[in-house]
């Protein structure tokens, strides 16, 4: 990224802001606390983004992290119910759909 602005006054709540991204500009939400607070939830949007996929998006982050990683396996959005939807789950065991809960 060439460039990244984050409003991070108050990391308790959502924050927002905004990535460019070879020459395109590209929201970025955080959601501190999200799911039960167990976990950190991060939502990158934009016309042109440096991944074909969520899956490739979360690759990038568990080889640069080394952290446990989840995204959605599909169309999943935000406020429909997790309880039987898939999610890719990337950690030291690999790569695996799991249920969330």
Partial sequence: MDELELDDSDVSSVMKGSA????????????PGAFGKRYTSLVIEGDALPWNS????ARSAWR????????????????QPVEDEKWWRLDKRGEQLVVWN
Avoid at 54 to 57: G, H, Q, R, S, V
């Fill in 20 to 31: 460019l991204y070879d020459g395109t500009r590209i929201r970025i939400t955080l959601y």
């Fill in 54 to 57: 969520d899956l490739d998006c």
């Fill in 64 to 79: 640069s992290m080394d952290t446990e990683i989840r995204c959605s396996s599909g169309e999943w959005q935000e406020g």
